[in-house]
Nanobody, 125 residues
């Protein structure tokens, strides 16, 4: 059984900073491909950033380039999303995703990831 728990969301003013964290626990695979997705209210879930098992950045959405950074601490089984210069358009539920035993071919496609957290809300005003 695999669990993902996100934290770090909240309400901030435009231009502010937040850092999201995701802890992965349970029966993990050697593959630690992870990603952050977000889903604004009433819209589809979209990929934000992805990172490979070895810590290489696999995907970054154009809308967040230069503002958000994905990173991981493999020893702690944690992945982070540092968000800076936040904009109202960044308001969404943010989800952590873990590929598990799946081979990821399209890093920003939700169906590539087997396990998901419950999400953490980010609101920018």
């Amino acid at each position: 059984h695999v669990q993902l728990v996100e934290s770090g969301g909240g309400s901030v003013q435009a231009g502010g900073t937040l850092r999201l964290s995701c802890v992965v626990s349970g029966s993990l695979y050697s593959n630690m491909c992870m990603a952050w997705f977000r889903q604004p209210s009433g819209k589809e879930r979209e990929g934000v950033a992805s990172i490979t098992t070895r810590g290489a950045i696999a995907y970054v959405a154009d809308s967040i380039k230069g503002r958000f950074t994905i990173s991981q601490d493999s020893a702690k089984n944690e992945v982070y999303l540092q968000m800076e210069s936040l904009e109202p358009e960044d308001t969404a539920m943010y989800y952590c995703a873990y590929a598990g035993d799946r081979v990821v071919r399209l890093w920003n496609r939700p169906s590539e990831y087997r396990y998901w957290g419950q999400g953490t809300q980010v609101t920018v005003s």
